[in-house]
Structures are given as C-alpha cells and as structure tokens.
C-alpha cells in the first residue's frame, strides 16, 4: 500500500467506526468536502458533517458494521475506491421513528479524492431507498 491508500484506508475506518470528525479530521483537509446523490444524506456538503452523521447513525443501530468488500487505488488520480457492506439494526432511539428492531444490510462505494496527503473530497454511492426501507424507515 502507498501512503495516499493507507491514509484512506485509515479514514475508511475511522469513519465507518464512527468516530467522528474529531478522529477523521486528521486524515482530511479541513474544507473536506461530501457528495451524494442519496436522498437521506444528498443535503451533506462537507466531510466533516458526514462523519458526524455517520456517528449519530451507529447511535440509532448500535450493532452497526461494514466489510470492506474491494479497497483499490487510482495514483495517477489520487484516488481510491473502497467498497462495502453495511449492516445494522434499529434498536437505539433516533431515527425517523421509534426503534423497529428491523435490521439492514446495504451495499455502498466510497470515491474518496485526496491532495496533498489529505482527504479533499468525498463521493458516496449508496441506494439510501432500499436500506430505509429495510430498517421500517420508508
């Protein structure tokens, strides 16, 4: 692994462990920025926001948890693709409605944009729909 890999690849946990942008921060500029077209988060503008959300979330499923699926480097591009599995149940408070003890396991890809060392830019792909609706949420 390259330095730029291991510095995603450190961001990918910190971040899926949810630990917040008080952990993530080191591995990111701090004007990070997000994407995503998936309607529950597609409002997030920047990293740090998605990974405090990423932290509230882990609250509403305390269970929750990925395998990384496919973890691959773009150096001319500074880039690197992680792919994943989300699993998780709502039995925590927060959420839409009150815990429905119904549990989702969703698939997601991360494009994640580094420069200078540094996280820059963040892409999630994520069928947000189909995981809502999982968890009893849609």
Not at 7 to 23: M, P, Q, V
Not at 85 to 109: C, L, R, W
Request: hydrophobic share 40%.
């Amino acid at each position: 692994m390259t330095a730029t890999s291991d510095t995603a690849h450190a961001f990918f946990e910190a971040c899926e462990s949810g630990k917040g942008w008080a952990e993530c921060a080191q591995y990111c500029d701090a004007d990070a920025t997000f994407s995503a077209q998936s309607g529950a988060i597609a409002d997030i503008a920047t990293l740090a926001d998605y990974t405090e959300w990423m932290k509230g979330l882990l609250g509403i499923l305390p269970d929750g948890a990925y395998e990384l699926t496919a973890f691959a480097e773009d150096i001319e591009r500074e880039t690197v693709v992680a792919s994943a599995v989300f699993t998780g149940t709502h039995t925590g408070e927060g959420g839409p409605v009150p815990p429905t003890g119904q549990a989702a396991k969703s698939d997601y890809v991360y494009v994640i944009k580094l420069s200078g060392g540094k996280v820059s830019h963040m892409t999630k792909v994520w069928n947000d729909g189909w995981a809502l609706k999982q968890l009893g949420w849609a």
